[in-house]
């Protein structure tokens, strides 16, 4: 079967630093994309990889290791409004989106 | 420019009860989708749509139906609500399907609740 894997929850500080992981095992891989979703909102595109290594966009950065079936999202200079859900998806050989749960990241001052 | 518009935000119905949630988009986007959102899950596709006059299935298309008459509009329609069907259901859309980063726009969220 098909399976994204990210932690459930997350909490960090203000001005910190946070890594959010994603694993994957899918039938093919055409790419890997992480969204924003605020509570009760739509989800947002923040990233997309679909070569190894790094992509960097302002505060935030995503990694990819297709190898290792492995990304990270990293967010630097964390503020409040960081405070959302974070969702990994895998392209899948059929073109198709495979989903992760998200992972719940919680801001604290 | 309106993106992804979806309504209603808020529905009930009683179990038996049919609905359509309606999804239109102004970008002239070639690939339409609903999804599904339920507490611990990721997003799952119900049914999308490469074009007009084209449909197909993702992975919970059971008991909804939709179609494509128009580049513009993708409605989903609920035949005969169940409590199981109680959840967020997003429509999407991207310029087209395929490989790339076609990145997805979203409406705002239709909430459902079946009684």
């Known amino acids: 079967g098909q399976n994204i894997d990210q932690p459930t929850e997350m909490t960090a500080t203000e001005g910190a630093i946070v890594q959010i992981n994603c694993t994957y095992q899918?039938?093919?891989?055409?790419?890997l994309f992480w969204y924003q979703q605020h509570a009760g909102e739509a989800p947002t595109f923040l990233s997309y990889n679909v070569l190894d290594g790094l992509e960097e966009k302002g505060r935030f950065s995503s990694f990819l290791s297709r190898s290792k079936g492995y990304s990270y999202l990293l967010l630097k200079e964390l503020q409040m409004k960081d405070s959302a859900s974070y969702l990994c998806?895998?392209?899948?050989?059929?073109?198709?989106?495979?989903w992760g749960a998200g992972t719940k990241l919680i801001i604290k001052p | 420019n309106a993106g992804v518009t979806q309504t209603p935000k808020f529905q009930v119905l009683k179990t038996g009860q049919s609905m359509t949630l309606q999804c239109a988009q102004d970008m002239n986007h070639e690939y339409m989708s609903w999804y599904r959102q339920d507490p611990g899950m990721g997003l799952r596709l119900i049914h999308y749509s490469v074009g007009a006059g084209i449909t197909d299935q993702g992975e919970v298309p059971n008991g909804y139906n939709v179609s494509r008459s128009t580049t513009e509009d993708f409605p989903l329609r609920l035949l005969s609500a169940a409590p199981s069907q109680t959840s967020v259901y997003f429509c999407a859309s991207s310029y087209q399907a395929g490989s790339g980063a076609n990145v997805l726009t979203f409406g705002a969220g239709s909430r459902l609740t079946v009684l």
């Open positions: 998806a895998v392209k899948d050989s059929n073109y198709q989106l495979i």
């Open positions: 899918t039938s093919g891989f055409n790419g």
